[in-house]
């Protein structure tokens, strides 16, 4: 099986070294490649730079969560509940159990990325897989597969989330489970387009031509080209499922007291608006942030891969 | 024309009975037994079976569905485990409350987003069009039930000119068309309005910029039209597009309004779910989610045909 793709490969480098061997007098200088251009265009963006900064410092507290939060986040105090934000002691305040906000918001930046970005993940493998499957293969795989994504297109997302996790019932892992569901659909449709549109080329034909199996084709030349576009779709995902999942916890089907999850912090501070307003609203100041920083990426990242055109 | 709707028609069918089976399949995708719920716990297996026996509960899968969707198909969405009431009336107490809300945070998001959009396509590259596009990015990246607990604390916590929850004075479930359930109504609704007002902005500012490149443009402009007049040009190309993505805003609004509905205590679809979640009353969260699900096809087939009818150019295979 590996025959044939050796070839194919060998006959490619010929080809280039041909090119080479023509024109020796010109010096080599290595292409930055596909990959290496919309690095460089991305580095140039101001507003993606600054959003991928965002987020990497939020990554970065997560990762570093338990060494670097000031206080115990889970250690309430009945005597210092709900003080407000530039207290000496709790610098963003404390929340409706005492507990201190920063510490709380830095160790829930943890659970919050993990179920916002786990799904999307997920189904950016499963969805894309599907896609290709579908859009290359056609005929009826192709109707079969995409008609029953079309199911999954009838229900606003939201509701679709909130439906199978309401039926699964709450719990980290269930609220995955239906997000992913969620995105499946979405990445699949996307991932057929692409794939379709490509299935006719030559380098296909040559491919099929040089003995490769459907499988290495699709592994090889299909997914090679249509995995970038696809990529691009699922980070401007992201954002939306960090809203939701957060949202799912805010409605009690996600991650479970006493954790610290923005949308749950959000939901039991909720008690508290008329007390302390600020500190009440300072969870979903982090969703948001994460969120617009996520989206500003994904859209500079969609302005730089459209190099082709 | 005709020949279009029936096709679309013939093409929604198959997923409406899709939709049917997710539906179906949700109550028992859930963990244990669906009846778990009303029976007491120390229920002897003879009380189980027969409670089974009366739900249908002991029939195979595939007869249970056909059951169902001959009872949903006349109307009858079974009976609430929590209430025991018709599942059917509360959805539908529910379904119009919900439908108040989304429509006017439609119209909001959709008066204020084609306003932002058209400045911006006008103008690009200005103050305006940066505006519109930092709203456009606003409003899809804000968690809208945070922006609801904001405007809570801004409106009602602080300033104290709107109620922060319900629908109405009396705290009844029924809204109605005046001024003071009205107060009710605006901070639920421009919290809402948010995301379509911010993907209807974005859409229109990019259709009216790619209409005013356009060479028929520079003809009517070389033909010595007034600015009022190529307006209303682009006004009509770019309604078909608009209103479709409004109307399948309605549709995600209506889906999508749990969230919002959970924060203002609004009572809608979104608030029956949540009460028929928690509750675990399993035959009201598959009628609320049916009944949402088919209305959103229903919608998306509308907008289609819609579509098509206001723009003869759209030739759909």
Not at chain 1, 218 to 239: D, E, K, W
Not at chain 2, 74 to 89: C, E, F, K, N, Y
Not at chain 2, 109 to 127: C, E, Q
Not at chain 2, 249 to 261: A, D
């Amino acid at each position: 099986m590996t025959a044939p793709i050796t070839a194919a490969s060998l006959a490619l480098d010929g080809g280039v070294l041909a090119a080479e061997d023509a024109a020796p007098e010109v010096a080599f200088v290595p292409s930055r490649g596909f990959w290496g251009h919309v690095g460089h265009r991305l580095v140039r963006d101001p507003v993606a730079m600054a959003a991928g900064a965002m987020i990497l410092i939020v990554v970065l507290i997560a990762l570093f969560a338990p060494w670097i939060t000031p206080m115990d986040p889970y250690k309430g105090s009945m005597l210092r509940r709900l003080r407000h934000v530039g207290d000496a002691t709790y610098w963003l305040g404390s929340d409706e159990l005492g507990r201190d906000m920063i510490s709380r918001l830095m160790l829930g930046s943890r659970l919050s990325l993990f179920i916002g970005v786990t799904p999307v993940l997920i189904a950016f493998v499963i969805g894309s897989g599907i896609g290709i499957l579908a859009g290359y293969v056609g005929g009826w795989t192709n109707t079969i597969l995409m008609r029953t994504i079309d199911v999954f297109f009838a229900f606003p997302s939201v509701l679709l989330a909130i439906a199978l996790s309401g039926a699964l019932g709450a719990g980290i892992f269930n609220s995955i489970v239906s997000l992913t569901c969620v995105f499946v659909p979405q990445i699949a449709r996307v991932a057929e387009s692409v794939t379709t549109g490509i299935r006719r080329r030559d380098y296909i034909d040559a491919a099929k031509l040089s003995g490769a199996s459907a499988l290495t084709i699709m592994r090889v030349q299909v997914l090679g080209n249509v995995v970038g576009p696809i990529f691009v779709y699922a980070t401007s995902l992201i954002s939306v499922s960090m809203i939701l999942a957060s949202g799912l916890s805010f409605l009690g089907l996600g991650v479970r007291p006493p954790e610290p999850e923005w949308g749950l912090m959000l939901n039991t501070l909720r008690t508290a608006i008329y007390v302390n307003p600020v500190v009440a609203a300072l969870p979903g100041v982090c969703i948001f942030v994460v969120s617009i920083a996520f989206n500003l990426f994904s859209d500079g990242l969609r302005a730089a891969m459209e190099i082709r055109q | 024309m005709l020949l279009y709707t029936l096709k679309r028609l013939v093409y929604a069918t198959p997923v409406a009975f899709g939709v049917s089976i997710v539906c179906f399949l949700l109550v028992h995708l859930a963990p244990g037994d669906p009846l778990s719920a009303i029976l007491p716990a120390d229920a002897t297996q003879a009380t189980i079976d027969e409670m089974r026996a009366a739900y249908g509960f002991d029939k195979p899968l595939p007869v249970q569905y056909l059951i169902w969707l001959w009872h949903v198909l006349h109307g009858d969405l079974g009976i609430s485990i929590a209430t025991g009431r018709p599942v059917l009336g509360e959805v539908s107490r529910a379904v119009v409350n919900s439908l108040i809300l989304a429509s006017v945070a439609t119209v909001i998001g959709f008066t204020f987003g084609t306003l932002f959009g058209f400045v911006a396509g006008y103008h690009r590259n200005s103050l305006a069009d940066r505006a519109a596009s930092a709203l456009s990015v606003f409003g899809v990246s804000v968690p809208h039930y945070w922006l609801g607990m904001v405007l809570v604390i801004v409106f009602s916590a602080t300033l104290g000119w709107l109620p922060p929850t319900g629908a109405g004075p009396d705290g009844s479930g029924n809204w109605r068309p005046d001024f003071d359930h009205l107060r009710y109504l605006i901070l639920p609704a421009v919290t809402m309005s948010v995301i379509p007002m911010g993907i209807i902005a974005r859409t229109v500012r990019a259709l009216v910029a790619d209409i005013l490149s356009q060479d028929f443009v520079e003809a009517l402009r070389a033909k010595g039209m007034d600015e009022r007049g190529v307006f209303r040009h682009v006004v009509r190309n770019a309604a078909p597009t608009a209103l479709a993505i409004m109307g399948l805003q309605l549709g995600y609004l209506l889906g999508g309004s749990i969230l919002v509905e959970t924060v203002f205590a609004w009572p809608g679809t979104g608030f029956l779910l949540n009460a028929a979640i928690f509750q675990r009353d399993l035959p009201l969260l598959q009628g609320s989610i049916l009944v949402l699900a088919m209305f959103f096809v229903l919608l998306n087939l509308l907008v289609d045909v819609m579509q098509t009818a206001l723009d003869p150019r759209i030739e759909r295979a």
